[in-house]
């Protein structure tokens, strides 16, 4: 887990054609992000975003293209990504408990033929205590709050050890002080060197949240620092004007 | 005694009924293990449709052997063949769900109809040469369950039980959260067949016993009832093969007793065991949710005592001034109070009850609700008198979006058809956050985030700080106070169309 600047970068996607029919999902997606930023992925709804954040897992086979995670072929990486499901995506009702979705980030350390072991219990412990969840450990996961949800599959993505956190719509549905916990979540996982490329769909705060946006529309429409993405040109051609932009403040005024 | 001896003990001597025992039992065991992932990848419908699609194999697999070797009932190439149709099903229904927009439910019913028709039309034609039993097979016979039915039972459970265990986390893990599987490598498909062909086995190893009609209960009814009792999956599976052998001990009683058919027995004495857990499960049973409905206080109870208190400014309430002005029993009233207490909403005093921080914005938003709701029916021609009344049941309809789009529908009144005043829109515009300057009560004030091509002939420009003033013209214009103290007049279309960042502390919150 390391830092350092140099050397390949955390996601390398080169070429990304992905089609479940004749309108592809993503055409011809190439983009670098760099290892321990803080990436938002934008884009109307329908713009493929879950579909790349799949795709980058190798849960969707694409048309064409390659991947690169640290600069080795995406299919020799597994257990170098975790993954944070959409809300929606989970059955709250599976009989299942907040400790037991956190050792699941161990199964893919875990031989078949093998029990979780006192270190797999020891990192799931400190994944649960870094997201705060250490003490709902034995509840079901029905029986939590939205943000609290939203937490565990955290704790289960930092319990797997990977570098690279990809998580789809963590924001959406939760209050905004849920909001503010989840973010504080993903900045400490940064601080401690991972890189997070997050699905979002506010373009309100994306500014605020992100270091580094992903615009896609099915293609790529731009990848840079906040500021340069959210140009209003480019904004009204991904949403094709439907969008209300809110200029940002001056930060000196705010202060 | 003699009578409990006969009924309870006296079965076991028998050898059929030990068999029966044995049999149903481990039979029992492994669907009910296997049945928990079914119901929980809500694949019930296709356990239904493997066992159906058996008897076609069944057939063939007799004729197979009759008509080549001249061999009568071949039994392990009967299994073979309902293994074989079972596989058959399962594959033709995954391609046509691929290949089609047909969803797998409706393939599953078009292809074991299709394999089960085969069967029958299979049988019909070489009717002359088949001397098995079908109504063996669609009814079951656990009283008479053969040795090679036993071994084959035997045989499949320890198979599909070794499975289960070893590859515990794999099927957990594929049932919960697939594209997790797949992104730490797990081989989802291979894991979905493995699935399907246990399924298939613990299928043709229970039919010979309770049928091929019952046979889907086994597989669902005690994992479901496990399902009501636990919160892992593992103690679910236990709980339910536990429940599995029950139902085939109790059934078997029952079936010896009246002298009924033993499957039949077996299905009733599990469902009636489900309908029992469903009745007094502690968590998700129908009792325990009845004893919380009770014991919980309706919202719309807790929503009338916040607005009674708040309009009581401030002086402490005492439940004796509660119970006689809200249509509600003494010791309801007493329950909501409490509870209300506990949730932090109401503190209690010497001499009554006053609101605290949270309940007094819960029941301005509950106030707010109340009067918008108000100005709405008025603007809607409701007669004066039926206002307030109407108005009282709707204000517990407050979801945020729907009383902001009725707020922007009047023109973000400030007052009520009685003079009232409408509390602010607190959550939009707390300090901190982009509002349009439409909601902004007077003395608010913010800084200009955007301006719509609406409001561009205001000249406001972003990042400027501005004041909201009074309204004028009975509410339906806006003042803004500009930095240099001049006065920019704007429309409800116009103050829609321009945004501030709210400034402020919380103290603005104050009533």
Known sequence: MSTDPVGPPAIRVEHLTVSFGP????????????????????????????????????????????????????????????????????????????????????????????????????????????????????????????G????????????????????????????????????????????????????????????????????IKQRLYAYGPPEKVLNPELLSEVYEGKLRIFAEIEKERCQ | MDLLYNALILPFGETYFQKALLGGSVAAIVCSVVGCLVILRRMAFLGDALSHAMIAGVAAGYLFMKLLFNTEAHAPSMLAGSLIAAIITVASIGAVARVSRLKEDTAIGIMYTGVFAAGVVLVSIFRNHIHIDLVHFIMGDVLGVADADLWVAVIAAALVLSIMVLFFRHFQ????????????????????????????????????????ILVVGLLITPAATAYLLCDRLDRMMILAALFGMTSVLGGLYLCVWLDSSGGGAIMLFCTFQFLVVLTVAPRYGLLAGWLRRRRSVPQQLVEDILGFILRCDDTPVALASLTASLESGRERLATAVAAMTRDGFLRQEADGYLLTQDGKSEARRVLRAH???????????????????????????????????????LGHPTHDPHGAEIPENYAECRPGALCKVSVLRAGRAGLVASVDKEALATGLRIGESVTMGPRKEDGALWTLVREDGAETLLDHRTADAVTVKVLGSEAGTDL
């Open chain 1, 148 to 215: 609290q949800q939203q937490r565990v599959f955290m704790a289960r993505a930092l319990a797997q050890g990977a570098d690279i956190l990809l998580l789809d719509e963590p924001f959406a549905g939760v209050d905004a002080a849920t909001e503010r916990a989840i973010l504080e979540v993903l900045e400490r996982a940064k601080v401690s060197g991972r890189t997070l490329v997050v699905v979002h769909h506010d373009l309100g705060t994306a500014a605020e949240y992100f270091d580094r946006l992903v615009l």
């Open chain 2, 173 to 212: 893990l594929t049932s919960f959260d697939p594209i997790m599987a797949a992104s730490i490598g797990m081989p989802v498909v291979l894991i979905d067949y493995v699935l399907t062909t246990c399924v298939s086995l613990v299928v043709v190893s229970a039919v010979s016993m309770v049928g091929v």
């Open chain 1, 23 to 146: 309108r592809p999902a993503l055409l011809d997606l190439s983009v670098e992000i760099d290892r321990g930023l803080l990436v938002g992925v934008i884009g109307p709804n329908g713009a493929g975003k879950s579909t790349f954040i799949k795709a980058i897992l190798g849960f969707v086979k694409p048309e064409v293209g390659k991947m690169f995670i640290f600069g080795v072929p995406a299919d020799q990486s597994k257990g170098r990504l975790a993954y944070v499901p959409q809300r929606g995506a989970v059955d709250w009702d599976y009989p299942i408990t907040v400790q037991e979705v956190a050792m699941m980030g161990r199964y893919g350390h875990i031989p078949w033929w093998r029990d979780p072991g006192p270190q797999d219990r020891k990192l799931v412990e400190e994944a649960l205590m870094m997201v705060r969840m250490e003490e709902l450990s034995n509840r079901q996961i029905g029986q939590l709050s939205g």
């Open chain 2, 371 to 409: 009067r918008i709701w108000e100005t709405y029916l008025s603007h809607t021609g409701t007669p004066e008198a039926e206002l307030h009344e109407r108005a009282h049941q709707l204000e517990h309809y407050h979801d945020r979006d729907a009383m902001n789009y009725l707020d922007d529908l």
